[in-house]
Structure formats: structure tokens, C-alpha cells
């Protein structure tokens, strides 16, 4: 028997790669993806999974409750990516971060729990732990978020914890490290400082580069919700992390020397509020289940790189560039 999916914020960066990674690894699946196409939602890309006969795309808004209440009935699991991710936007004008990512995931959980589906999946991020001087931080770590788009997550989190404890729903909570890869949208920092260089220019570097992320490549993370739909356990938090922290000076110097620039085409900029120094999570959770991330950073940093070099088609237009 098929399984029905329906996945939100499919048109972006992870959900897109999700739904990738689910036609491909399951034959029958049924996927429908709901997006509202926001900025980051790209219409190119939902056009290319609509290839496939098992993918249905909704424009919609997962705070739409009558929508959501007609689309919910009939799936097995609801894969939640939507989400407003971005912090420097979150600083701008927060009420959209608190609309989509708190209230939008509350009317989707309860919609589901009603609906009886089996499970749902909130997609969180390791920035619900604010910034990690050193070590690495459990599922039981303190929340302690430095912007409104990771407060936001935050109360997410705790409300898609509160239906397994008040109603006994099965909801599993991921949080993950920094993702690159193919479809990311050329504001986040690999997909911007390669279009940047790829069409002559420059990047910014914030403050003086020591910043510290956990890269993990995008199919690592899709592998790693996937196997959690049968293998992870209802009422769990489980991170996702590749243990390839790299400080963003040292990020940025490898994407220069793959592209054949040195520093001079680094423009150093203030850092940004809610900045946070480092993130790094304890991933023996999931780890202990069987996933680890198959890609090592090198090999794919050069692989979507070389993404970014030959689908100007999908990421100029995005830029206000030419296809």
C-alpha cells in the first residue's frame, strides 16, 4: 500500500529535496506539497517535481485553516518544512516569522492530530540552542534562541511537544545543522557568495569570519527524516548534525579557491544582530539508529558548486538576473 505524504514548504530548499528523496527511494509514495511560494517557495522547482505523476502541488498558506483542514484527511504523515528561515528578516519584521512558524504549525498539528494521521514531523533547527562556546548540545539542552526566527522555532517545538503530551499524538521533532546543496535560495551563504562570484562579484563576510557552522549536505538530511518516518520514536527530539563545523572564514576561502579567487573578493561587513558564534549538536541519538551522513563536506561542497555553475537558469531569475 502507498503512503500518502504531505509535505509543507515543499518548494523550497529542504522540502523540495525531501520530496526528491522520497519519489526516488519509494516507488509508490503519493506526495502532496503544500507551499505558498513566498520568495524562498520557487515556482522553477515545484515545475520540476511536477514531472512526476505522484507529486501534487497546493499554493497555500499552512495558517489556512480551511485549506488545511481539506488537504489533511487521507495522508499517512505530514512532513513539516515551511517555515519563515531567515534570520536578518526576522530581525526586520518578525510578525511574519510568529504567523507562519508558530500559529501556521499549531492549525497543521491539530489538523492532523483530528484527522488521524500517523504521524507528524516538525523540522526544526539547531538555532532553537542559541550559540554552543564549546562541547556539543543534547535534545535536552536548554532552548535558548538569539533571534525571532529561532524564538520562533523555538515555541514551535514546544507546541508540537505539547500535542504528544496533552492529546498522546505522535509528533517527532528534528533539529538540524546548517544544510547545502542544490534549489537553496541565493540569500543563505554557499548559493550566495557562488552567484555573487559566478557573476563577477564579491562577498560579505560578517564580522571577522569566526563564526562556526555544522555543514551538512542536504541529501544527508533528507536520508535522515526519512528513515525517522518508520525508525524514529513518537514524543522523541532527534538532531541531525555532520560533525564538520568549519568557521565561515574558512568556508569562504574554500568556495574562493574552487571558483579560482583569492581573499581580495572578500568585503567584510558588520556582523548581523542575533549573530550567533557556534552551533553544534549531539547527533548519538539518530546515530544510534543506523544514519550517519554519507557525503563528506569536500566532495559535495565542489558537487553543488558545480550545481550553482551550470543552473544559472534557476538561480539568476531568483537574483533579478537573466536566464
Known amino acids: 500500500m502507498s503512503r500518502r505524504y504531505l509535505v509543507t514548504g515543499g518548494a523550497g530548499f529542504i522540502g523540495s529535496n525531501f520530496i526528491r528523496y522520497v519519489l526516488d527511494h519509494e516507488p509508490d509514495a503519493l506526495v502532496t506539497n503544500l507551499d505558498l511560494l513566498t520568495y524562498a ?94 562541547g556539543f548540545a543534547l535534545e535536552d539542552a536548554p532552548l535558548e534562541p538569539s533571534s525571532p526566527y529561532s524564538a520562533s522555532k523555538a515555541a514551535a517545538d514546544l507546541l508540537v511537544r505539547s500535542y504528544g503530551i496533552t492529546f498522546g499524538y505522535n509528533a517527532i521533532i528534528t533539529r538540524c545543522t546548517n544544510n547545502y546543496g542544490p534549489y537553496q535560495f541565493p540569500e543563505k551563504v554557499i548559493p550566495l557568495f557562488v552567484s555573487n562570484l559566478l557573476e563577477g562579484g564579491t562577498v560579505p563576510l560578517y564580522g571577522n569570519g569566526l563564526n562556526e557552522r555544522d555543514w551538512l549536505y542536504v541529501e544527508d538530511h533528507c536520508s535522515a527524516i526519512h528513515m525517522l518516518v518508520d525508525a524514529g520514536t513518537p514524543g522523541e ?84 538576473g537573466s536566464s
Not at 581580495?264 to 546515530?287: C, M, P, Q
Open 237 to 320: 527530539i532527534y538532531n541531525i548534525g555532520a560533525n564538520a563545523q568549519l568557521p565561515n572564514i574558512d568556508l569562504t576561502m574554500a568556495i574562493l579557491g574552487a571558483l579560482g579567487y583569492d581573499e581580495s573578493k572578500i568585503v567584510e561587513v558588520a556582523d548581523r544582530l542575533g549573530h550567533d558564534l557556534r552551533y553544534a549538536v549531539d547527533s548519538t541519538k539518530i546515530r544510534a539508529l543506523g544514519w550517519a551522513p554519507a557525503h563528506p563536506f569536500e566532495e559535495r561542497l565542489d558537487d553543488t558548486i558545480q550545481w550553482y555553475r551550470d543552473r544559472q537558469d534557476w538561480w539568476g531569475p531568483l537574483k533579478g
Open 41 to 134: 517557495g520557487v515556482e522553477a522547482t515545484v515545475d520540476e517535481l511536477d514531472v512526476s505523476e505522484r507529486h501534487t502541488f497546493v499554493r497555500g498558506d499552512i495558517g489556512d485553516q480551511a485549506l488545511v483542514e481539506s488537504l489533511v484527511p487521507g495522508h499517512d504523515v505530514v512532513v513539516n518544512f515551511a517555515a519563515e528561515s531567515h534570520v536578518d528578516r526576522s530581525i526586520d519584521g518578525p510578525s511574519v516569522f510568529l504567523e507562519t512558524n508558530v500559529v501556521g504549525t499549531g492549525v497543521l498539528i491539530d489538523a492532523a492530530r483530528r484527522h488521524d494521521v500517523g504521524l507528524f514531523l516538525q523540522v526544526s533547527t539547531d538555532e532553537v540552542y542559541g550559540s554552543i562556546a564549546e
